[in-house]
């Protein structure tokens, strides 16, 4: 019998020489990539005394726990500011963000092209102009150094991606749905709540995802607008080890590990819904 070789069974064999390489790179790059990471937990447990050793220490030789008792015991409840902080951003934006995009995706309002736009130049506006302009008014307001008024601000990042999102989501709904639910008597309130939102879970997903990242992660507006509040996200106990004389490394890197943890736990459950959230809408029938 005579074998014959096509192209494909020529690519097929070529295949496993010619990507090898490809797989080799990509370890590499996701190793320069992560080495921060893992630097981040090796200092962490590393001694204050093998701080500046030099060569340094590649792995933690001589481990110590030192720096997460100190998270244990100084920095719970700048954990506990951040944790109400992000999820009040989260609801905030979600309660504003999801009516605007349903509004703009399937009411059609007039001017709804330029709110759009508007909506994504709010996006480029400098956050520290920003938190100056709060700083002004919570000063009349009396909220300087208070959640509430963290919460706000941070939902002002948040909100018009979140817009956005909903609307590109939204937008693809089909409109015998809308008809179905408007025939069975459903207002339009009705209809948003019972048919859309349950519809568009993914891009509720991807912008509370957002959202709380952004709020977990902010320093700008907690250190204008809460530097001497008595409830201080994270951020500002993480700067609080910083000081003229005293840097306390260790503890700086194990409060960092600890509040990376709820941001990739996050990431790692929601990332299928925030892959199908985030490209929504770039591809119509």
Not at 209 to 230: K, R, V
């Amino acid at each position: 019998m005579q074998n014959v070789r096509g192209p494909g069974a020529s690519r097929a064999l070529r295949a496993p020489r010619t990507t090898w390489w490809k797989t080799g790179v990509g370890l590499v790059l996701t190793a320069l990539m992560l080495f921060p990471v893992y630097w981040m937990v090796n200092e962490s447990l590393t001694r204050d005394q093998d701080m500046r050793k030099t060569p340094p220490n590649w792995f933690p030789v001589h481990g110590t726990l030192d720096g997460y008792r100190a998270v244990l015991h100084q920095q719970m409840p700048y954990l506990g500011t951040s944790l109400f902080v992000g999820l009040g951003t989260v609801v905030l934006t979600v309660a504003v963000a999801a009516p605007a995009g349903y509004s703009l995706a399937k009411l059609r309002p007039r001017g709804g092209g330029l709110l759009s736009f508007a909506l994504l130049i709010a996006q480029m506006i400098p956050g520290i102009i920003m938190a100056m302009g709060f700083y002004a008014i919570y000063l009349n307001l009396g909220l300087l150094g208070s959640v509430p008024g963290l919460i706000v601000a941070d939902s002002t990042i948040a909100v018009p991606f979140g817009t956005l999102v909903f609307a590109a989501f939204m937008s693809g709904i089909p409109e015998e749905l809308l008809q179905a639910a408007k025939t069975d008597g459903a207002g339009q309130l009705r209809t948003f709540w019972s048919i859309v939102m349950p519809v568009s879970r993914n891009a509720v997903v991807t912008v509370s995802l957002f959202a709380f990242l952004w709020a977990w992660s902010d320093f700008m507006f907690a250190n204008t607008l809460d530097s001497e509040g008595g409830a201080q996200p994270i951020t500002l106990g993480i700067y609080h080890y910083i000081g003229n004389n005293n840097q306390q490394w260790n503890a700086i890197m194990a409060t960092a590990v600890v509040a990376s943890v709820p941001a990739t736990v996050l990431l790692v459950v929601a990332q299928r819904y925030v892959a199908a959230g985030v490209t929504a809408g770039a591809v119509k029938d």
